[in-house]
């Protein structure tokens, strides 16, 4: 049991040159990129309360799990070690698994779902499943992130079908573009890393720390915003950008811009 946390005991060894700038980190710039979760995701949770007050307060789970996805990836790039590899990866699949349940459009549940709340339990029923059998088999932990990811891509553009809206349309070209630009650098540096040692950058996978998080403050916000102009169309929903609107740029979130059932009245 003691040989699941021991340093290097993963499979799993990216492409940064381990013990490089410390004897007791293993992957010192992949390490120290995953702080970027804990800068990002408090100001999101901040950012998305009034959505989340007024739709379910349990849309700030995502954001909470983001931090401990932070977490664990700082404690899997620092030893390597096959129990940070599982929490590593696990932590992904109860983030992805969370905002499934909670966003996935109603119109496209299966036949057999009633509400979301049976929804929900399904999804709880799988994530578990998945998370003790990837002790078992750790690749299951890939099929399941696979099938969460094709499936809310697909939901996705069955929304953006009916959607005019400019500024709507623009988050969702560059929560894409971030999106790939992302998997690029991970793909970047998992199959080409002989080829970023000979130019002696070997830092994709903590850039892919990077822009996920940015990227998934982008698809997030995109998603609750289809979720919000379907299941609380009264607040009149609106993307916003902080720390400027006018900017165009930063980290979107959702703005309530009518009356909310949640506003005292007089």
Not at 211 to 220: E, F, K, N
Request: net charge positive.
């Amino acid at each position: 049991m003691a040989g699941v946390f021991a340093y290097e005991s993963s499979d799993v060894d990216w492409c940064e040159d381990n013990y490089r700038h410390s004897e007791n980190v293993v992957e010192y710039f992949n390490t120290m990129s995953s702080f970027i979760f804990f800068v990002i995701s408090p100001i999101m949770l901040y950012l998305l309360h009034p959505y989340a007050k007024e739709r379910n307060l349990a849309v700030h789970l995502v954001w909470i799990m983001m931090i401990f996805v932070g977490l664990f990836s700082m404690y899997f790039h620092m030893t390597l070690s096959f129990m940070g590899q599982m929490l590593d990866e696990l932590s992904i699949v109860w983030v992805l698994a969370i905002g499934y349940a909670l966003w996935f459009p109603r119109r496209l549940f299966p036949s057999f779902i009633k509400d979301r709340n049976s929804f929900a339990k399904m999804v709880l029923a799988v994530t578990v499943v998945t998370t003790l059998s990837s002790f078992v088999k750790p690749t299951a932990n890939a099929y399941v992130l696979n099938c969460f990811g094709v499936h809310t891509l697909y939901s996705m553009c069955v929304e953006m079908r009916c959607c005019n809206d400019k500024r709507v349309l623009r988050l969702a070209k560059v929560s894409i573009g971030l999106w790939v630009l992302a998997i690029s650098c991970w793909i970047s540096d998992k199959f080409g890393c002989s080829f970023w040692q000979k130019l002696n950058f070997c830092y994709l996978h903590g850039v892919w720390h990077i822009l996920i998080v940015v990227a998934t403050a982008h698809g997030s916000t995109l998603i609750a915003y289809f979720d919000a102009h379907v299941e609380i169309p009264h607040s009149l929903p609106g993307i916003q950008y902080w720390p400027k609107d006018s900017w165009g740029l930063g980290l979107p979130y959702i703005a309530l811009k009518g009356a909310t059932k949640t506003s005292k009245t007089c």
